[in-house]
């Protein structure tokens, strides 16, 4: 009898160990009604807004003959036709119901699930529970785009401290861009604030040029170098993009025929930064070229980005008015500018500070203004482009002397007392400030034409009107002279300025040229420091 027992228990036994192995590998089954999905129905469809973020936006409740507190509850969801081959996890709970809010939905959806905004999706819903799972119900939910107002760059290079993270400009809705010089070895991520890490963007590490912000990498492997960096919220991606400077820059347009030949070459800071001054006719139009030889590389404006340039699917700059303009291309940027300089005024100390009273200078050449004036000690001054008000001001570059620039600019200061001739040049961004020792009462014409024979016979100019001297003189191709106060002396001698054509100099001067054989009329101007040879 006790044999018929073993055989028995080992029957038993066996059988048990048999059940085990084939539940190991158990299949989740569809539960009885009882386990059942109460709401929402299946079809309901949620519109999300960012009006109320708090509120409740999707509730779940459920049946389920498995009342123990201890029983745990997953609610899964997956994309409507995909029949969960890669459900993800909604949540967990030991209640019988489960509830996100709006922000909490909405981050799911667009973070982990990776939906994209602004489109109905329709998603399937079951709760599982001891391997059993409910019914499935579909939900169309549309998810809304969140809106950042700001965000960082942080990393290596601000020595990952949010605190000192780089603040990115906001170009459009939801597009952030900045300019980085990186080193070899920089890393970096992105901060919608710089007071913490919460919220941090990366790279998705399986799909690059993405932005994830739940098991993303920073960003790295770039060489030194500058990088226009730009990331898109609305697809959530990035772009990381080198700069590339070209050593020189020309204009090519309608006003040069379209020939790169005759193209106007810019002014090069040495900064990634080119300057030139146009005459702009109505309708004018034109681009960038980085040489004058032919069409290879030329830049245009971003039909979708108003001000910056690109190199595919660019358009001609046009759309501005007939006027003087200075033209400034920022590499470091990828950006375009264009500011009137059809005129110029000297406001400062001398003139009460006031724009109404502020001192016309005058037109030397194109983007050159001049004046001359008398600067009592502790002067101080800056430059307007209009004498109506302070927008488009000029100041010195304090980080380059010489140098005048509209933002984070310095007053002019520094100079004794005297007499002085003060010139702009738009062309090259910089000023000059030369002392004068007096002006002349009459003035001559001394140079080539007469072999720089300085005596009694010397041409006398005429004066037309206070501080106005014009003469007309007969001079051979290559012809060069200057300007004496008294005929057969060489003291207070002016000439032109050697950095700002047809300005006054005095005592820093080279000789004025021309280039063609003519008969010219020479207008010297005391009073704004012009020379005018025509």
Do not use: H
Not at 252 to 271: K, Q, R, Y
């Amino acid at each position: 009898m006790k044999y018929i027992y073993k055989i028995l228990i080992l029957f038993l036994i066996t059988f048990g160990i048999s059940s085990c192995d084939e539940n190991e590998n158990f299949e989740i089954l569809q539960a009885q009604e009882s386990f059942q999905i109460v709401t929402p129905a299946s079809g309901s469809v949620i519109i999300l807004d960012d009006t109320n973020l708090a509120n409740n936006a999707l509730f779940i409740s459920w049946e389920s003959p498995n009342s123990s507190t201890e029983s745990t509850y997953t609610i899964e969801v997956a994309e409507t036709g995909t029949d969960f081959t890669n459900p993800i996890v909604l949540g967990t709970t030991q209640n019988m119901d489960f509830s996100m809010t709006v922000d909490e939905l909405n981050t799911f959806l667009l973070d982990t699930m990776g939906l994209n905004p602004e489109e109905a999706t329709s998603l399937d819903i079951r709760v599982l529970n001891n391997g059993e799972a409910t019914q499935t119900i579909a939900v169309v939910i549309t998810p809304y785009i969140v809106e950042f107002t700001e965000f960082y760059l942080v990393g290596s290079l601000t020595n990952w401290e949010p605190a000192e993270a780089l603040a990115m400009t906001n170009i459009d809705f939801n597009i952030f861009e900045i300019t980085v010089d990186l080193a070899d070895g920089d890393e970096f991520k992105f901060l919608p604030q710089n007071t913490g890490w919460d919220g941090d963007w990366g790279e998705d590490p399986d799909n690059p040029e993405n932005l994830i912000v739940e098991g993303e990498q920073n960003l790295s492997g770039y060489t030194a170098g500058k990088y226009i960096i730009t990331i898109d919220l609305n697809t959530f991606t990035f772009t990381v993009e080198a700069i590339i400077a070209p050593d020189n820059l020309f204009l090519v347009g309608s006003l040069t025929g379209w020939d790169p030949a005759t193209s106007f070459p810019f002014f090069n800071s040495g900064e990634n930064i080119f300057t030139i001054v146009i005459d702009l006719p109505d309708g004018a139009e034109f681009k960038f070229l980085p040489q004058n030889t032919g069409w290879d590389g030329d830049w245009g404006e971003d039909p979708n980005n108003a001000g910056s340039i690109i190199q595919d699917g660019e358009q001609n700059v046009s759309g501005f008015a007939a006027g003087k303009y200075l033209v400034t291309v920022d590499f470091n940027t990828l950006t375009y500018k264009l500011s009137s300089v059809n005129n110029l005024f000297l406001v400062g100390s001398l003139t009460g500070w006031d724009p109404a009273t502020s001192i016309p200078m005058g037109e030397a050449s194109l983007g050159v203004f001049s004046t001359i004036i008398d600067l009592p000690d502790g002067a101080e001054f800056k430059f307007l482009p209009q004498n109506t008000g302070w927008d488009g001001d000029w100041g010195e570059d304090p980080d380059n002397l010489g140098g005048i620039i509209q933002d984070d600019e310095q007053n002019l200061s520094g100079f004794v007392a005297g007499k002085y001739v003060i010139a702009v040049d738009f062309n090259t961004l910089s000023y000059t400030v030369s002392n004068v020792n007096e002006v002349p009462a009459n003035l001559y014409l001394v140079g080539a034409f007469n072999g720089w024979s300085n005596d009694a016979s010397n041409p006398q100019f005429t004066e037309t009107s206070t501080g106005v001297f014009e003469i007309s003189q007969a001079l051979s191709a290559g012809d060069e002279f200057k300007f004496v106060p008294v005929a057969g002396d060489w003291g207070n001698d002016w000439g032109e300025s050697q950095t700002s054509s047809g300005v006054l100099e005095q005592n820093s001067e080279q000789n004025i040229k021309v280039t063609d054989a003519g008969t010219y009329t020479i207008i010297v101007n005391f009073n704004d420091g012009t020379i005018k040879v025509n």
